[in-house]
Each structure stands twice: as structure tokens, then as C-alpha cells.
């Protein structure tokens, strides 16, 4: 099967420093990773879709000075809040999807908990 | 109309009924269809695709009506296991992105 890993899984930091996430995909080549966000009670929302190589595409409302995305390799893609607020706490959540065909499933990470103090 | 809706639930179902949940999608063009199943504070984790065809897997089915722009997801035999939260997960072939749902809770009771 797919593996993809996230770290760390929990993160507890004060107001105003940055916090870094890795996703990985461990077993295959991931062209295309994503990066959700997911508040208590609420659906899954799309943060930005991230190409390995070139820069990421961020939804609407999603600042990308905030939210800085690197997707250097195909196995590797970072999220980084910058300048973290208490209302950027959050369940943040990668997938990743294996290079090939753009409707293919995607295979997500366990997840990053950021509590923002 | 929302590009996908489902039924939020929850849906409190004794053990071994079989329960069932629609998702509809708004886009006719949409590629690709799953559920997913999300267990509280984990990720969604991939249950099964949805073809054109129908497809089975044990005590799951998960049907396609294009017609009618809406998936199904039928679970038989309920074990207590199977609460969680069930998401709809629509590729819409627009700009290569997906679209999930807010999700059906569903509880078994024993």
C-alpha cells in the first residue's frame, strides 16, 4: 500500500514562532501533494496543491506568505506557518498522490495537531 | 448548490442493519468518485473508489448514478467498527482538484 508519513504529530508552540511540517511518501512518487487544514467538527478544507518543482497553488483565502509550501523532491513536501497565531491551531493533513494519472487516489499523512499558545 | 452535500447525520443504526448514505455532487463533468472513512481525530483514510459499474467489497457497495449526479455508499451487516464518519470525496476535473464533503457521521449501536 501507499505510505504516507507526517511529523511531527503534535506541535505546541507560542504566538509568533514559525512551525515546519513534513510530509513524506515513503513507498512511491508523488508529483502532487496536497495540504489540508481541518478545524474540530468541520470537513476537510483544501489549503494549497503542491507540484514537486514548481510553486504551489493555494486556494482562495489561503495567504501564501503564511502558509510557505516546498516541494523539493518527489517524496518530500513542507508546509511552514510562519509568525503562528492561536487561530492557526488546527489538524493540518498532506496526501499525496503516485505520479500517473491525475485521478488516482490520494493517500493521506496521520496528521499534524498545532496548538498555537 | 454545493459541489458536494451529504447528509451530516449522524445515523444511529443498531448492529447488523444495514444502513445506507447518498452524496450528490453538483458538476456533471466531475472524473472520479470515493468514500473515505475518517475516524475521529485520525485522517481520512481511502475505504474504496467508486466505478461507473458498481463495486463490492464485502459488506460495503458503492454505486454511480450520473444521471442523477449522486454516489451511495451501502454498508450490510454493521459491525460497531464501522462508526465514523464517512466522506464523500469528488474529483471534479476541474484544475485537477478534489472536493470532499462535510461527511455522514454514522453510529452503531450495540
Known amino acids: 500500500g501507499a505510505v504516507v508519513s507526517q511529523h511531527p504529530s503534535w506541535v505546541i508552540c507560542k504566538s509568533g514562532t514559525s512551525v515546519k511540517i513534513e510530509c513524506r511518501s515513503l513507498?512511491?512518487?508523488?508529483?502532487?501533494m496536497f495540504w489540508y487544514r481541518q478545524f474540530p467538527k468541520q470537513s476537510l478544507m483544501l489549503m494549497a496543491t503542491?507540484?514537486?518543482?514548481?510553486?504551489?497553488?493555494?486556494e482562495q483565502g489561503v495567504e501564501k506568505d503564511k502558509f510557505l509550501i516546498n516541494h523539493a523532491s518527489l517524496t518530500l513536501s513542507t508546509l511552514t506557518v510562519t509568525s503562528a497565531h492561536p487561530e492557526d491551531s488546527s489538524f493540518y493533513i498532506c496526501s499525496a498522490r503516485r505520479s500517473g494519472s491525475p485521478y488516482e487516489t490520494q493517500y493521506f499523512g496521520p496528521g499534524t495537531r498545532l496548538l498555537v499558545l | 448548490r454545493k459541489e458536494v452535500e451529504q447528509d451530516p447525520g449522524p445515523f444511529n443504526v443498531p448492529e447488523g442493519a444495514t444502513v445506507a448514505f447518498n452524496c450528490t455532487y453538483s458538476n456533471s463533468a466531475s472524473q472520479s468518485f470515493f468514500w473515505y472513512r475518517q475516524d475521529c481525530r485520525k485522517e481520512p483514510k481511502l475505504l474504496m473508489s467508486?466505478?461507473?459499474s458498481g463495486n463490492e467489497d464485502g459488506r460495503f457497495t458503492a454505486q454511480l448514478n450520473r444521471a442523477s449526479q449522486y454516489i451511495s455508499l451501502l454498508i450490510r451487516d454493521s459491525k460497531l467498527s464501522d462508526s465514523a464518519t464517512y466522506l464523500c470525496?469528488?474529483?471534479?476535473?476541474?484544475?485537477?482538484?478534489?472536493?470532499f464533503g462535510k461527511g455522514t457521521r454514522l453510529h452503531i449501536l450495540p
Open positions: 503542491s507540484n514537486e518543482g514548481s510553486k504551489a497553488t493555494y
Open positions: 513507498d512511491f512518487q508523488a508529483t502532487t
Open positions: 470525496v469528488v474529483n471534479t476535473g476541474r484544475d485537477d482538484k478534489i472536493i
Open positions: 467508486v466505478y461507473s
